[in-house]
């Protein structure tokens, strides 16, 4: 009988590198792009001047690669602007009067508005005397998390650049 020879070959482990998945990302064009106005002067100092609406919703639904979604966005921020508080059924005149997909408005904007913070949606549950069915309807307002959130960011960024040049100086 002939020997058989075991060979083993050692397999090298590799993590693969997806990225971040697209609806869990903000968009952040270079800081000294076309794309945005300047925030800043020559010495890092922050300028008083604000970005409007359409301009901060491009961080969210970059207007370059998402279009579609940054017009729904750009046009539903200025309606809730406008208003305190939005209900189900003005959500769907809005929908409705801009002829625009329930599925990409429910299932892309509307989350993602959620999830960083620019709203925030209630829901109060309803019982119906007659019919003992449940009705939960909705309820949109403009939420400040999205600016708490990434003021919180920038403030401790400041303090670690501020921190870092102390110690250079020292």
Excluded: C
């Excluded at 090298?12 to 903000?26: F, M």
């Excluded at 359409?54 to 207007?63: G, H």
């Amino acid at each position: 009988m002939a020997e058989i020879e075991e060979v083993k070959v050692e397999e090298k482990k590799v993590i693969a590198s997806r990225g971040v998945p697209s609806n869990e990302s903000l968009y952040f064009p270079p800081f000294n792009s076309e794309e945005l106005r300047s925030f800043q002067d020559k010495d890092e100092n922050i300028t008083r001047n604000l970005w409007n609406l359409e301009e901060v919703a491009n961080f969210v639904f970059s207007k370059k690669y998402q279009a579609k979604y940054y017009e729904v966005t750009v046009a539903f921020l200025k309606l809730l602007s406008g208003k305190v508080h939005l209900t189900g059924d003005e959500t769907s005149e809005f929908i409705r009067s801009n002829n625009l997909s329930k599925a990409t408005f429910y299932n892309r904007v509307l989350p993602r508005l959620r999830r960083v913070g620019m709203i925030k949606i209630e829901r109060e549950t309803i019982v119906a005397l007659e019919s003992k069915r449940k009705f939960r309807p909705m309820k949109i307002s403009m939420s400040k998390t999205f600016g708490n959130y990434l003021l919180k960011i920038a403030d401790s960024w400041l303090a670690i650049v501020d921190e870092s040049r102390n110690r250079k100086k020292e």
